[in-house]
């Protein structure tokens, strides 16, 4: 196996008015090709934070952490990420096909290679067909496609998702959780999710890093024995049920540690 993103003794805090704010604490992660990862906990146990220095967003206060075998920066700039936040962010007076072009446009790709990689990933994500409309004739789960092929477009091994489905309502979103799982089947891509749903972390995920607050850490790190082949109803079955207690206990942990 191939560390795609190798994170040990990682601390952040962020020096505010109020004083220092531990976001990070002691972070140790391993994150292998091909691995589905989930970060869940509650808000402000520092999953952005996490997914933002995996970025090169946010730096860390101390510790090492590698992207792709060499820095955060480097990885940023060799585009070797994708990253799609929690809000779609299009924009409305460009198209569709105009807003998953906008990232190619300032790599200075040629025209052609723009639109071959625009036909690609709108068909990745089930938008062929949809070039020529503008975002507000989209519904938000169609918006939230458009901006995962806008950061597929980049043609990344490694896509950094920032609670996605975050704003969507539950059919919608276990419509998109499907789909991503058969895009991430299909592309043999390595994701990095951040969610606050059990549900979501353990029906799409190979790993499950459930963090606690105060100041952020790993309670529990679960690797997951479902197969990769996942129907929805997936979601009945003990072995489902058995991963998501074990998540909920983790959650639970990390909270009596913050009284
Ligand atoms: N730029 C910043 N300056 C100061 N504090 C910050 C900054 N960014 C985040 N924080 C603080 O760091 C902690 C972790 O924030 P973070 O956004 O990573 O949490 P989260 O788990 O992603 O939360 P949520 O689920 O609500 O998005 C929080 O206490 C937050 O207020």
Known sequence: MTSVISVSDLSLTFETNDGPVHALSKIDLEVEKGDFVSFIGPSGCGKTTLLRVIADLEQPTSGNISVN???PENARKDRAYGYVFQAAGLYPWRTIA???ALPLEIMGLSRQEQERRIRKNLELVNLAGFEKKYPWQLSGGMQQ???IARALALEPDLLLMDEPFGALD???RDHLNEQLLDLWAKTEKTVVF???SIPEAVYLSTKIVVMSPRPGRIE???VSDLPRERPLDIRETPEFLSLAHR???????GHSYED
């Open 69 to 71: 075998g060499t820095s």
């Open 98 to 100: 105009k807003n998953v």
């Open 145 to 147: 496609r458009a901006s």
């Open 170 to 172: 539950e059919i919608v």
């Open 194 to 196: 951040v969610t606050h």
């Open 220 to 222: 529990d790190v679960i």
């Open 247 to 253: 998540v909920r206990e983790g959650l639970r942990a």
